[in-house]
């Protein structure tokens, strides 16, 4: 079986740009979930999906936004791109949400540079 | 919100040493996760614990998870230069949080051969 796959795997962009970044979750899974991850940092939350609906936001500008498709899959995208956004994006994959420790898959992630 | 402490930041061990790496919370963990991430790359899940004493292994990979639900702990046996990774440990938030993880910052393991 497919685990959480992220396209695109790397992208350079430059500084005001859009981005879109793209995330397929695990088969039967309804939740997706967008982290960022800086260099030598943990993962910071930004968005959490649930069968469509926005479910939880994390501490992240307006430039950010996020969609979620029938399918389940997901589209991260950032706009008025800034050299603080280069970072890692992770995509994480769980069955449901509002249950207590749900797992969470990840995938391999979308390195962004922004120069 | 939570903050997950992590200790050491790094660790640099000869292969086949025991170590350990500490996880602390601000708060009362609801459920606390390890993975293991290579440098760049997405995160591996490891183990998830729910219950105060909860005790879970895999392979050389033990992971406690205190009583009062603040302090995890992942302990490896006989190190191998497969373990090298970044470990990560992150919070379920809880209540309406549910899926929300926060993590530590993370610590560097290199493991010499």
């Known amino acids: 079986d497919a685990g959480v796959t992220q396209s695109p795997t790397h992208l350079i962009k430059t500084r005001g740009q859009h981005v879109t970044l793209r995330c397929s979750p695990i088969s039967g899974h309804k939740s997706v979930s967008w982290y960022q991850q800086v260099l030598g940092q943990g993962p910071q939350f930004i968005f959490q999906?649930?069968?469509?609906?926005?479910?939880g936001r994390g501490n992240f500008p307006d430039r950010f936004s996020a969609r979620q498709f029938p399918n389940y899959s997901s589209e991260l995208n950032v706009n008025a791109l800034l050299l603080g956004d280069s970072a890692l994006y992770l995509c994480a994959s769980s069955a449901v949400v509002g249950l207590a420790n749900t797992e969470a898959f990840f995938g391999q992630g979308t390195r962004l540079t922004v120069v | 919100s939570q903050e997950l402490e992590q200790s050491p930041q790094s660790l640099i061990v000869q292969e086949g040493k025991n170590l350990t790496i500490n996880c602390t919370s601000s708060k009362t963990l609801y459920g606390l996760y390890w993975y293991k991430q290579k440098y760049g790359e997405g995160l591996i899940f490891l183990m998830m614990?729910?219950?105060?004493?909860e005790e879970k292994s895999h392979e050389k990979i033990t992971a406690k998870l205190d009583e009062k639900k603040q302090q995890s702990s992942l302990h490896i046996t006989a190190s191998q230069p497969s373990h090298a990774g970044i470990y990560l440990c992150g919070a379920d938030e809880g209540g309406t949080s549910y899926g929300k993880l926060t993590f530590g910052q993370g610590t560097i393991l290199t493991v010499h051969p």
């Open positions: 999906y649930y069968e469509k609906e926005e479910r």
């Open positions: 614990l729910q219950k105060g004493g």
